[in-house]
Nanobody, 115 residues
Framework: QVQLVESGGGLVQAGGSLRLSCAAS????????MGWYRQGPGKQRELVAT???????NYADSVKGRFTISRDNAKNTVYLQMNGLKPEDTDVYYC?????????WGLGTRVTVSS
């Protein structure tokens, strides 16, 4: 089992940057995949970015070139650097840890981008 706590959300103007952090309650080195997802009102939760234990990354097309996911195993933390933010990036962002047979979610951090 692992508890995940997201932080770093807030209000930012379009074109600005934020860095989200996801702190895990135990070592993440052996967790196969860590990811960031987002969900807005009335919308399905969607993938933003994932990173594997081997540091392979995957991004949604809508954030490629603007967002960067990274992991610091020594700090048991996963980051999402978000640059060039747009109003359509406004959502609650969730951290997820998962393997082939289990997954755990954080409670989310809200990001609001004003135009």
């Amino acid at each position: 089992q692992v508890q995940l706590v997201e932080s770093g959300g807030g209000l930012v103007q379009a074109g600005g940057s934020l860095r989200l952090s996801c702190a895990a309650s135990r070592s993440i080195a052996s967790i196969p995949t860590m990811g960031w997802y987002r969900q807005g009102p009335g919308k399905q939760r969607e993938l933003v970015a994932t990173i594997t234990s081997g540091d392979s990354t995957n991004y949604a097309d809508s954030v490629k070139g603007r967002f960067t996911i990274s992991r610091d195993n020594a700090k048991n933390t996963v980051y999402l650097q978000m640059n060039g933010l747009k109003p359509e990036d406004t959502d609650v962002y969730y951290c997820k840890a998962h393997s082939s047979w289990w997954d755990y979610w954080g409670l989310g951090t809200r990001v609001t981008v004003s135009s």
